[in-house]
């Protein structure tokens, strides 16, 4: 079980946990509505967020 992606591709950052909890994002994996610890954004793009149980799932975003 991994906490986390377990690579992120060039120029992609991983947001910060400080900040997830800050702004409240819920994760986008369907069906689930749980807080969002893990933040997947590209420059000039939208950013994804998923939990820790969706971690694949935020992976396509790579
Ligand atoms: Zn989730």
Do not use: I
Not at 15 to 28: D, K
Not at 34 to 57: E, I, L, V
């Amino acid at each position: 079980m991994s906490d986390g992606p377990s690579k992120l591709a060039d120029g992609m950052t991983l947001a910060p946990r400080e900040r997830v909890s800050v702004l409240g994002h819920l994760c986008e994996h369907k069906g689930c509505a749980k807080h969002a610890g893990f933040g997947f954004a590209w420059p000039r793009r939208d950013p994804h967020w998923f939990c820790s149980n969706a971690g694949d799932d935020g992976e396509q975003y790579l």
